[in-house]
C-alpha cells in the first residue's frame, strides 16, 4: 500500500526557475514530514523538514507548504540551479510514541538546464 | 569523516550465497535503522534499533532477512540463500534520541549495492 504519493516523476527546469514538487499522503497518524535529496550512487541527503503544526517552512532556497486539511505537502526550489539536478524524494513518518520509520514517496528526478 | 558509513560498497553475489552488510552510525546516535531501495523506487523501511534492541522487524522481507546490532553500535544486515529479487540498494540510517525528546532527523549512509548473478 502505497502511502505516500509523489509527483511529477520527473521535472524538467530552466536555471533560475521555480522547481515544485508534490505530494499527497492517506496516514493522518503522521506527524513528521521530511525531504530528501539524492544524487546516483550516494545516500539520500535530508533536505528539510516540517512538523503539521505549521504550514510552511523556508530554509535558504527550500521551501515546503504543508497542507494539514488536504493531506498534501509540497517542495519549492527557489531559483533553481544546475547543481540542484538530483532526485527528490518525500517522506512521512509517526515520531511520538513510534519508531519514526520512514514512508517515502516514488521520487522526483529534477533536471536544470543552465 | 563523522557520517554514516557502510561496507562494502559494492557487492556482487551468486544466487544462493549468503552475504552480510556492516552499518556505523554517527557517534552516539542510539537509534539505527535500515532501508532498503530498488532501481527508481524510494527507500523501503526494513527494521530499526534503539540501542541493540531491535524494536520493529515486521517489515523484514523475508525470514531470510535479518539484522544484529549486538553492542548498541554498529549494526550488520545478513541476508541468507540469495535471489535475484535481492538485487538492491542496502541503506542505514541512524538517529539520536535523547530522554523524552523525539528523534527526528534521519542521516543516511551511502549504502550498498547488492548485485545477485
Known amino acids: 500500500q502505497q502511502q505516500v504519493k509523489q509527483s511529477p516523476q520527473s521535472l524538467i527546469v530552466q536555471k533560475g526557475g521555480i522547481s515544485i514538487i508534490n505530494c499527497a499522503y492517506e496516514n493522518t497518524a503522521f506527524d513528521y514530514f521530511p525531504w530528501y535529496q539524492q544524487f546516483p550512487g550516494k545516500g539520500p541527503a535530508l533536505l528539510i523538514a516540517i512538523r503539521p503544526d505549521v504550514s510552511e517552512k523556508k530554509e535558504g532556497r527550500f521551501t515546503i507548504s504543508f497542507n494539514k486539511s488536504a493531506k498534501q505537502f509540497s517542495l519549492h526550489i527557489m531559483d533553481s540551479q544546475p547543481g540542484d539536478s538530483a532526485t527528490y524524494f518525500c517522506a512521512a513518518s509517526r515520531v511520538f510514541n513510534a519508531g519514526n520509520m520512514l514512508t517515502f514517496g516514488g521520487g522526483t528526478r529534477l533536471m536544470v538546464k543552465p | 569523516d563523522t557520517g554514516v558509513s557502510q561496507d562494502p560498497r559494492h557487492k556482487i553475489t551468486k544466487r544462493g550465497q549468503n552475504v552480510t552488510f556492516r552499518c556505523d552510525p554517527i557517534?552516539?546516535?542510539?537509534?539505527l535503522y535500515w532501508y532498503r531501495q530498488t532501481l527508481g523506487q524510494g527507500p523501503e523501511f526494513l527494521t530499526y534499533f534503539q540501542n541493540e534492541a531491535q524494536l520493529e522487524k515486521s517489515r523484514l522481507l523475508s525470514d531470510r532477512f535479518s539484522a544484529e546490532r549486538p553492542k548498541g553500535s554498529f549494526s550488520t544486515l545478513e541476508i541468507q540463500r540469495t535471489e535475484q529479487g535481492d538485487s538492491a540498494m542496502y541503506l542505514c540510517?541512524?538517529?539520536?534520541?535523547?530522554?523524552?525528546?523525539?528523534?527526528?532527523?534521519?542521516?543516511f549512509g551511502p549504502g550498498t549495492r547488492l548485485t545477485v548473478t
Open positions: 540510517a541512524s538517529s539520536l534520541v535523547q530522554g523524552l525528546l523525539n528523534a527526528y532527523e534521519q542521516y
Open positions: 557517534s552516539e546516535h542510539n537509534r
